[in-house]
T-cell receptor, first 111, second 111 residues
Framework: DAGITQSPRHKVTETGTPVTLRCHQT?????MYWYRQDPGHGLRLIHY???????DKGEVSDGYSVSRSKTEDFLLTLESATSSQTSVYFC??????????FGEGSRLTVL | SQQGEEDPQALSIQEGENATMNCSYK?????LQWYRQNSGRGLVHLIL?????REKHSGRLRVTLDTSKKSSSLLITASRAADTASYFC???????????FGQGTELSVKP
């Protein structure tokens, strides 16, 4: 258990509203990732961070932004949520080369 | 596009039987990892095999890697009902530690 907390765990929102998901870790891991999981697509990387203020895009980054002002926090923001962003979002951390540690997920429904 | 593709998509077996899941990928890799996901939970790392390894064991798990065929298999021996979960392969192609996940195999082990 890498001490990863995602919040909120469940959220229902309306199209066009901004949404921020938070990932908090207690292991001082350098790397942090946001994935989304959808049926038929597995997990797809949205954005990742390799240090404070160092972030980069993944394969499905359109419509999402991230920020990492502290080692322990990685925020995922949907500036204007759309129904296609209804998904389960997972945060993961990585201390070095090798395994990822995952949070329990945040289920987002955009109506 | 997904790096890994898994086969079968779903597998149903009886307790005590062995379960084999396969993963194919497209590009050269540094390592390949297998993860497990119980329903409604985050992913949990099972095992990592490096590109210069051909086989690895961990308890009832056996992983093989054939880099010439760009494929891997996960064998769970003497399965238990508690093994019921989705299993994902993930490849590390050396791009800053990012992992690319397959779509997963849903394993159901019936008592």
């Amino acid at each position: 258990d890498a001490g990863i907390t995602q919040s909120p765990r469940h959220k229902v929102t309306e199209t066009g509203t901004p949404v921020t998901l938070r990932c908090h870790q207690t292991e001082n891991h350098r790397y942090m990732y946001w994935y989304r999981q959808d049926p038929g697509h597995g997990l797809r990387l949205i954005h990742y961070s390799y240090g404070v203020k160092d972030t980069d895009k993944g394969e499905v980054s359109d419509g999402y932004s991230v920020s990492r002002s502290k080692t322990e926090d990685f925020l995922l923001t949907l500036e204007s949520a759309t129904s296609s962003q209804t998904s389960v979002y997972f945060c993961a951390t990585q201390g070095g080369p090798g395994e990822l540690f995952f949070g329990e997920g945040s289920r987002l429904t955009v109506l | 596009s997904q790096q890994g593709e898994e086969d079968p998509q779903a597998l149903s077996i009886q307790e005590g039987e062995n379960a084999t899941m396969n993963c194919s990928y497209k590009t050269s890799i540094n390592n390949l990892q297998w993860y497990r996901q119980n329903s409604g939970r985050g992913l949990v790392h099972l095992i990592l095999i490096r590109s210069n390894e051909r086989e690895k064991h961990s308890g009832r798990l056996r992983v093989t890697l054939d880099t010439s065929k760009k494929s891997s298999s996960l064998l769970i021996t003497a399965s238990r009902a508690a093994d019921t979960a989705s299993y994902f392969c993930a490849t590390d192609a050396g791009q800053g530690g990012k992992l690319i996940f397959g779509q997963g195999t849903e394993l159901s082990v019936k008592p």
